[in-house]
């Protein structure tokens, strides 16, 4: 099985824009599609992209995504940025019949 | 509204068992398989299970391989996750969400519960 590394945390200023980053430790990051998920605090998961960039109905489009075959990663780019995206936003993918999970990135909003 | 809605979360003490339930609304449930995801307090996601549409297959992440069992009732549009032998490592939220491809599995979510939290403690 492969990891999925993301930075610990990472802040920016409201109307700015981030990148969150997901870096595959073996494999082709192009092999499996890559998820993201948003979870504010005390609440579920929720669907932000799937399928490397697409965006679920009722996603606003400040949300998308993107992978970089040069540097085996998958960005989350949020454009934009408004105080309600503070949260933890998850990549996820899978390899064989296991679903692997990145550490989680804490989104601070300042 | 598609919705997910867990119970049967609970305090108990290791070693023992307890079952989870999952009633889903709003979709074809015997289309969709679908996962159980567990956090522990502070940490992240972990998959735990999943269930094809029909329970024709079934697959665990090997931390809980043996202990606990996934099943589904299509007629009750409901999942369920029997936990035997628990042990304080299993203390967590647990989730079910929906897989997001019709009849097959993406091995992706598109829809989440609110989740149920159970806590192994003596």
């Known amino acids: 099985n492969f990891m999925l590394t993301q930075p610990h945390s990472v802040s920016e200023s409201p109307g700015k824009t981030v990148n969150i980053s997901c870096t595959r430790s073996?494999?082709?990051?192009?092999?499996?599609?890559v998820q993201w998920y948003q979870q504010r605090p005390g609440s579920a998961p929720t669907t932000v992209i799937y399928e490397d960039n697409q965006r679920p109905s009722g996603v606003p489009d400040r949300f998308s995504g993107s992978i970089d075959s040069s540097s085996n990663s998958a960005s989350l780019t949020i454009s934009g940025l408004k105080t309600e995206d503070e949260a933890d936003y998850y990549c996820?993918?899978?390899?064989?019949?296991?679903?692997?999970f990145g550490g989680g990135t804490k989104l601070t909003v300042l | 509204q598609v919705q997910l809605v867990e119970s049967g979360g609970g305090v108990v003490q290791p070693g023992r068992s307890l079952r989870l339930s999952c009633v889903a609304s709003g979709f074809t449930f015997r289309s969709y398989g679908i996962h159980w995801v567990r956090q522990a307090p502070g940490k992240g996601l972990e998959w735990v299970a999943v269930?094809?549409?029909?329970?024709?297959?079934?697959y665990y992440v090997d931390s809980v391989k043996g202990r606990f069992t996934i099943s589904r009732d299509n007629s009750k549009n409901t999942l369920y996750l029997q936990m035997n032998s628990l042990r304080a490592e299993d203390t967590a939220m647990y989730y079910c969400?929906?897989?997001?491809?019709?009849?097959?599995?993406?091995?992706?979510?598109?829809?989440w519960g609110q989740g149920t939290m159970v806590t192994v403690s003596s």
């Open positions: 269930i094809w549409y029909d329970g024709s297959h079934k």
């Open positions: 996820q993918s899978y390899d064989s019949i296991n679903v692997i």
């Open positions: 969400a929906r897989d997001e491809w019709f009849g097959e599995l993406s091995w992706a979510f598109d829809i």
């Open positions: 073996s494999g082709s990051i192009g092999s499996n599609y």
